[in-house]
């Protein structure tokens, strides 16, 4: 691959500086925004996000701020989960539908008021879906995108690193729920959630100024913990099954067919926009579903295109992510499966670059 031209379109985040500091080694592109891959390599992050503490800079999770007296309003309007029972102080993941109920975003929901809300959204331009849905129904709301940026703390050790920067009231708190805690003299949103499943934390941290003393003061306060910089590592989130949106899937794709059912309640989510939509397609039930796939083999190469899957010489799917995992010692993949061969211990095909390969659904995902 060749680099990346840096400019104003391909945004810098407030930790930039660390991060170049830190030695990335290479970028992806996220919500028009600079997203670190790789530090040591891909390997080595994985193996010491297993073991020790990272500090991501995951800024490109931008947030859609929603402010008004129907800001909760909106923010059923685009999910169907549903949100009555949420509390202040609560996150959630939702999955965001247009009116076919296809995806638009995965992304965390943060209710920091009953009308104050933010959307930490996946890779793709929900701001307009947003604004236009609040035009659109004439609602009292105002929504943009706030100086507000996500850092990840990350693994086994985060706990005990956060605690060193925070205090030890980050102990106290639970998967997916924030505490707003004091960082030189800000109040910032601190919550029990991340993109691994190592265990960790995300600050959003308000405003760019902070962003560079936070960093620091992180990577003094850890020292002996081998804190490092890092990033959502691939092999660590195929393993853990944790979806990419626009790799494992897109707007031609229910919540249902994501696997992320658990995550609606169509019935109940009055005013979701798609609700008729996935009414509809909630009684017949999926067709396709994404599944853990162990492929058979050699490590494969990057998976930057579906790879077909086959089974008696038709295709029965697509494989989205893959790659080799050292702690399970075979290619780890997430796919999307037809009816007929989604059950766990079916044997399929799968087209690589480098060949066909044997493949077998699994249950469940690895971590
Ligand atoms: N954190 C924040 N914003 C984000 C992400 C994040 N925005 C972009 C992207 N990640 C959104 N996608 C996901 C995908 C999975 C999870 C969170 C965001 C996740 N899932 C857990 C799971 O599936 O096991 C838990 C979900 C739950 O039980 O509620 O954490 O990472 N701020």
């Known amino acids: 691959m060749a680099l990346l031209s840096p400019s104003r379109r391909l945004r810098r985040t407030p930790f930039s500086d660390g991060v170049e500091a830190a030695g990335v080694k290479a970028y992806t592109v996220y919500n028009h925004m600079l997203l670190p891959t790789v530090f040591e390599s891909v390997e080595a992050d994985y193996h010491h996000l297993k073991r020790a503490v990272q500090v991501w800079d995951v800024s490109c999770e931008r947030q859609v701020e929603l402010r008004g007296p129907d800001a909760g309003r909106l923010m059923q309007m685009m999910t169907p989960r549903d949100l009555r029972r ?10 965001i539908v247009d009116e076919t109920g296809g ?42 995108e706030p100086d ?42 601190v919550a029990r959630s991340g993109y691994s499943k190592q265990g960790g934390f995300e600050i959003y941290v308000d405003g760019t100024d902070i962003g560079m003393p936070l960093w620091d003061a ?4 850890g020292d002996d913990l081998d804190v490092h910089a890092g990033c959502p590592n691939l092999i660590e989130r195929i393993e853990s099954g944790l979806l990419s949106y626009g790799n ?28 008729d939509a996935l009414l509809r397609v909630a009684k017949e039930g999926p067709i396709q579903q994404v599944r853990a796939i162990e492929i058979e083999g050699d490590p494969v190469a990057g998976c930057d295109r579906w790879w077909p899957v086959f089974a008696g010489g038709k295709k029965v799917g697509r494989i989205s992510s893959a790659t080799w995992s050292p702690d399970f010692k075979t290619n780890v993949a997430i796919g999307m499966v037809k009816m007929t061969h989604w059950d766990a211990g079916t044997i399929v095909e799968v087209q690589t670059p480098d060949g066909m390969r044997r493949a077998t659904v699994q249950e469940k995902f690895w971590n």
């Not at 793709?124 to 604004?131: E, H, I, K, R």
Request: proline content about 4%.
């Open 218 to 221: 992180l990577f003094a306060a």
């Open 103 to 144: 995806m638009l975003n995965d992304p965390v929901a943060v209710k920091l008021a009953e009308d104050h809300w933010w959307i930490s959204i996946a890779d793709s331009d929900l701001l307009y879906w947003v604004n236009a849905t609040a035009h659109g129904w004439r609602l009292d709301v105002l929504v943009d």
């Open 148 to 189: 507000v940026s996500p850092l990840a703390v990350q693994g086994p050790k985060a706990e005990e690193l956060m605690a060193r920067v925070f205090g030890d009231e980050v102990r106290d708190i639970r998967f997916f729920r924030y505490k707003k805690l004091a960082f030189q003299g800000r109040d910032l949103v």
């Open 86 to 95: 949420m509390q202040i102080g609560q996150c959630f993941y939702v999955p």
């Open 248 to 275: 494992d899937m897109t707007d031609d794709n229910t919540p249902h067919e994501c696997g992320l059912g658990r995550f609606c309640d169509t019935h109940s989510a009055i005013g979701c926009v798609g609700r």
